[in-house]
């Protein structure tokens, strides 16, 4: 059986579940406790992971961050910066956004074959490697699969959107979830939620976790679900 990362998503939503506002161009509303929580992670992580909406609507640079978390990574034996991956599934990333401008560490574009052949090429003159796998949709277990035989990802973080994480709740490849509670309420029909998507039919087809861990700091209320996978069938 093909090894695949241990994935965990960590994402901060208002109290009502929304984790943007109505616009979808995200502004950050943690707490600084929440920004530090965030860089810690990438800390524990090999590659960090987010969705091509997310790159291009704030200037993120999914990087390690700072001396203090640089050398947090080289004392567990990391790389001193953390790869990074954007996943679109038609390519859509604009070649101009802030994660093409600084060299931090190879850039990995995922995508499908809906991408147009220029657009490909496009995306090639700004990222280390760009992979398609699967035609219309994404096929995110051959993708895992490659990133940790190719980049050798152990540890892969998820830093959304919606989108992204209900295509990896879809496929079950979602190990862990760092889930931060912020004391607002955004409200808005058309405002993303943690998983977005068509969503789930059935109860019964719900990926189910449980709660790991439990912190409060600086207002915000800190949870770590680990995943429940689902019982071995007899035969």
């Not at 949709?137 to 540890?155: G, N, P």
Request: proline share 4%.
């Amino acid at each position: 059986m093909t090894r695949l990362p241990f994935l965990f998503i960590n994402v901060a939503m208002t109290a009502d579940g929304k984790i943007a506002l109505g616009h979808r161009r995200f502004v950050p509303f943690g707490s600084a406790r929440d920004r530090e929580h965030l860089l810690e992670l990438r800390a524990t992580a090999d590659a960090v992971m987010a969705g091509a909406r997310t790159v291009d609507s704030f200037p993120v640079n999914m990087g390690a961050g700072g001396p203090k978390y640089r050398a947090l990574r080289s004392s567990r034996g990391l790389a001193e910066q953390n790869l990074r991956v954007i996943v679109s599934g038609a390519g859509t990333i604009n070649p101009r956004a802030e994660i093409f401008r600084r060299r931090l560490s190879p850039i990995i574009i995922l995508t499908t074959g809906r991408t147009p052949t220029a657009r490909l090429r496009r995306l090639r003159g700004v990222a280390d490697a760009v992979e398609v796998f699967g035609g219309d949709e994404l096929d995110f277990a051959a993708a895992l699969a490659w990133l940790r035989q190719k980049w050798r990802v152990k540890r892969l973080l998820c830093e959304g959107g919606g989108a992204l994480n209900a295509a990896l709740f879809d496929a079950g490849l979602v190990d862990e979830i760092h889930l931060t509670i912020c004391p607002r309420i955004f409200g808005g029909r058309d405002a993303p939620t943690l998983a977005d998507g068509v969503g789930v039919e059935r109860l019964a087809d719900a990926a189910r976790f449980k709660l790991k861990s439990m912190e409060q700091a600086q207002g915000d209320l800190f949870l770590v679900y680990r995943r429940i996978k689902p019982a071995a069938r007899s035969s």
